[in-house]
């Protein structure tokens, strides 16, 4: 496994590759089982001929909140022993200072999935993904990529922005991996006290009780309200949103025909956890 820092370093490494299928996997590092399968995920879809490019960049464009960026965990030595272990050929680990210019000033807005659920409460957060993402897609010049359904949202983002965009890079959608009690993992995880990491499985299992009741006929509004009774319980808990969407548009859910999405946010203290079920097309 090679590592680069500079996009110069990286393009030259994988300038005899080029022609190959190179499978892309980008993340902000403090990496869990969650990026891992990711990763697992890219190498299976390479194959013995391709290869497989990761990328460890922390992000600032797309943060928000300056406390969430800043007590964000960064746990580089470990993260490349997981690279390492899944397989990855190419580590892409730059600087924010030389990912992006002082001067920088092209923005990359997507207007109509952005507008609702986490980038209606996270102003900028999406053109910051979507900024990140291209470049990087820019500087790997992958056939394909690879990101999870946890970020619901980001993902269908990223498969909008190709399209218009015509990015000629395809994207793979994987599925969330959880700790044993459900919880969904994510870097911030750690970030939970005690008490609230005890009681963010409620989380899973409240969208698991949902969608039996979704599936049961239950009113999409009446599934909601289930759902942030239960987390409204937890002391300490704050719900940002449970929403019940159209799982490709994002926005209401127009007929029970369609495949939807419930889709959660809440915070547990400070830390902001995300998290998602998928629900069927109802006949
Ligand atoms: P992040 O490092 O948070 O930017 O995440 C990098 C990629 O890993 C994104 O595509 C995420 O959706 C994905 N990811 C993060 N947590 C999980 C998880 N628990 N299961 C599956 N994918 C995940």
């Known amino acids: 496994m090679q590592t680069a820092s500079s996009k110069h370093e990286l393009r030259s490494q994988l300038a005899e590759h080029r022609g190959k299928r ?40 797309q943060f928000d909140n300056a406390g969430d ?21 190419f580590v892409f680990m730059p600087t924010p200072d030389t990912m992006y210019c002082a001067d920088r000033s092209m923005v ?6 952005s507008n609702v659920l986490c ?7 999406f ?17 394909d990529a690879v990101f999870g359904k946890k970020d619901y949202q980001q993902l269908a983002i990223l498969r909008r922005m190709v399209r ?3 990015i000629p890079v395809t994207i793979h959608g994987a599925e969330i991996v959880r700790e044993a009690d459900g919880l969904a993992l994510s870097s911030r995880n750690v970030r939970l006290t005690p008490e609230h990491r005890a009681a963010a499985p409620a989380i899973h299992r409240s969208l698991l009780a949902a969608r039996v009741q979704y599936e049961q006929g239950t009113p999409a509004a009446e599934v909601c309200r289930h759902v942030i009774d239960t987390l409204f319980r937890i002391p300490g808990v704050r719900v940002d ?27 547990f203290g400070e830390v902001r956890l995300i998290d998602n079920v998928e629900l069927p097309a109802l006949s």
């Open 22 to 61: 190179i499978v892309f996997v980008p993340t902000m590092g403090a990496l869990h089982e969650g990026h891992a399968s990711l990763m697992r995920q890219a190498r299976a879809l390479a194959g013995a001929e391709g290869i497989v490019v990761a990328s460890i960049f922390l992000n600032p464009v």
């Open 69 to 89: 960026l800043a007590t964000y965990p960064q746990t580089p030595e470990a993260d490349l022993a997981v690279c390492r272990c899944c397989g990855v050929d």
């Open 108 to 113: 990359l807005e997507e207007n109509c999935l």
């Open 119 to 125: 980038g209606a409460r996270r102003p900028g957060h």
């Open 127 to 143: 053109a910051g993904v979507c900024l990140v993402v291209s470049k990087l897609f820019n500087i790997v010049q992958p056939t």
């Open 164 to 166: 218009d965009l015509d």
């Open 241 to 267: 949103y449970v929403e019940l969407v159209d799982a490709e548009t994002l926005h209401e859910l127009q007929q029970p025909s369609r495949p939807a999405l419930l889709a959660v946010a809440a915070y």
